[in-house]
T-cell receptor
Framework: GENVEQHPSTLSVQEGDSAVIKCTYS??????FPWYKQELGKRPQLIID?????GEKKDQRIAVTLNKTAKHFSLHITETQPEDSAVYFC?????????FGTGTSLTVIP | NAGVMQNPRHLVRRRGQEARLRCSPM?????VYWYRQLPEEGLKFMVY????????ESGMPKERFSAEFPKEGPSILRIQQVVRGDSAAYFC??????????????FGPGTRLTVL
């Protein structure tokens, strides 16, 4: 089955700096890669996703890159703000099942 | 369009009792997924269902756990004879009908189960 690894597990950045979270996957059949943000006690919320037919996608301060050859994808948050503090999860899907990374706890220091 | 609904939001059970968790998917969604999240851990896949069918239950413990998604009504995750280790947040997610190549998942608010 698919194995998704996520790094780092914790990340602290100064407000205004960039944050990068990286994930790797093992199943070359995976073709959909969403990222979720989960605030304490809340549900995971989809923030951005990327399909296997593109290499990069951007939405305001958030961008995701995908390298299918190397089987890794990354989340980039620029100009971080305190409200970006949360746990971020990556996932990989073949279309049916979703496999999640173990999460990255991001703290943005004002 | 209401989002994914889960109830109860909080459930307390004593060891040995049964827990029933309900999930109503978004309107028009026929795929339901259940995940378990232990404190400060990631989301662990449990089961994937479509109406009246279990598609993938590879993440479900072999004993005490069962899930269904009947033709009418919500999906139910049932845990029999609960133990303390079952204490966790259980999230349901739904995604659109078959035919979509990429199915976005939308999560419910979760049910936080506490076993005393």
């Amino acid at each position: 089955g698919e194995n998704v690894e996520q790094h780092p597990s914790t990340l602290s950045v100064q407000e205004g700096d960039s944050a990068v979270i990286k994930c790797t996957y093992s199943d070359s059949a995976s073709n959909y890669f969403p990222w979720y943000k989960q605030e304490l006690g809340k549900r995971p919320q989809l923030i951005i996703d990327i399909r296997s037919n593109v290499g990069e996608k951007k939405d305001q301060r958030i961008a995701v890159t995908l390298n299918k050859t190397a089987k890794h994808f990354s989340l980039h948050i620029t100009e971080t703000q305190p409200e970006d503090s949360a746990v971020y999860f990556c996932a990989a899907s073949t279309g049916n099942q979703f496999y999640f990374g173990t999460g990255t706890s991001l703290t943005v220091i004002p | 369009n209401a989002g994914v609904m889960q109830n109860p939001r909080h459930l307390v059970r004593r060891r040995g009792q049964e827990a029933r968790l309900r999930c109503s998917p978004m309107k028009g969604h026929s795929h339901v997924y259940w995940y378990r999240q232990l404190p400060e851990e990631g989301l662990k896949f449990m089961v994937y269902l479509q109406k009246e069918n279990i598609i993938d239950e590879s993440g479900m413990p072999k004993e005490r756990f069962s899930a269904e998604f009947p033709k009418e009504g919500p999906s139910i995750l049932r845990i029999q004879q609960v133990v303390r280790g079952d204490s966790a947040a259980y999230f349901c997610a739904s995604s659109p009908r078959t035919g979509h190549t990429y199915n976005e998942q939308f999560f419910g608010p979760g049910t936080r189960l506490t076993v005393l």
